[in-house]
T-cell receptor, first 116, second 115 residues
Framework: DAGVIQSPRHEVTEMGQEVTLRCKPI?????LFWYRQTMMRGLELLIY????????DSGMPEDRFSAKMPNASFSTLKIQPSEPRDSAVYFC??????????????FGQGTRLTVV | AQSVTQLDSQVPVFEEAPVELRCNYS??????LFWYVQYPNQGLQLLLK??????LVESINGFEAEFNKSQTSFHLRKPSVHISDTAEYFC?????????????FGRGTSLIVHP
């Protein structure tokens, strides 16, 4: 398997624009996580899906952020409108069904977002 | 709920010296413990994990970690570091049953190995 695939790797956008980050989890993994990493706040969980259903979105900063998982092989994280404080590295991670808790989460390479 | 504390945000060390990265956790239930490593401009990848059995676990590149239940710790050690070990290291926990399946991560420790 190619691992968790995220696109784009880098995104530079102007304040106010819509940004969409994409993630393809590892085939067969039922759990998907979106994280945001910044120097100030470290690694923050934004949202957790299980079997394509959002289970915990308490980490989503505000209404400007939304995430979807229309099927088992694809998820998006959208920011609309984007702001400079959204600049961060966004990671997607997937893991087998929560019944296999001893298995680690597998992370993508991340999307480095810069909002100017 | 669980929490993970990595007391050291940055650990500078000279090449071939030993190193210990500290991790303490808090949880009302039993947990599985993980150490992840993040090299520059990459995602996190598993370094080692403790599920059960021997409290000392090892990675393929010379790191080891010991689970201490009484001290709720899972410190990471390496007897002799290399320049290539320079990276960010994250400790994480997951409840071994019940509760949330979501991994809880520490803030990370930046290991800087100097020649």
């Amino acid at each position: 398997d190619a691992g968790v695939i995220q696109s784009p790797r880098h995104e530079v956008t102007e304040m106010g624009q819509e940004v969409t980050l994409r993630c393809k989890p590892i085939s067969g993994h039922n759990s998907l996580f979106w994280y945001r990493q910044t120097m100030m706040r470290g690694l923050e969980l934004l949202i957790y899906f299980n079997n394509n259903v959002p289970i915990d979105d308490s980490g989503m900063p505000e209404d400007r952020f939304s995430a979807k998982m229309p099927n088992a092989s694809f998820s998006t994280l959208k920011i609309q409108p984007s702001e400079p404080r959204d600049s961060a590295v966004y990671f997607c991670a997937s893991s087998p069904d929560r019944g296999q808790r001893g298995t680690e989460a597998f992370f993508g390479q991340g999307t480095r977002l810069t909002v100017v | 709920a669980q929490s993970v504390t990595q007391l050291d945000s940055q650990v500078p060390v000279f090449e071939e010296a030993p190193v210990e990265l500290r991790c303490n956790y808090s949880s009302s239930v039993s947990v599985y413990l993980f150490w992840y490593v993040q090299y520059p401009n990459q995602g996190l990848q598993l370094l080692l994990k403790y599920l059960s059995g021997s409290t000392l676990v090892e990675s393929i590149n010379g790191f080891e970690a010991e689970f201490n239940k009484s001290q709720t710790s899972f410190h990471l050690r390496k007897p002799s570091v290399h320049i290539s070990d320079t990276a960010e290291y994250f400790c994480a926990v997951i409840p071994s049953s019940g509760g949330s399946y979501i991994p809880t991560f520490g803030r990370g420790t930046s290991l800087i190995v100097h020649p």
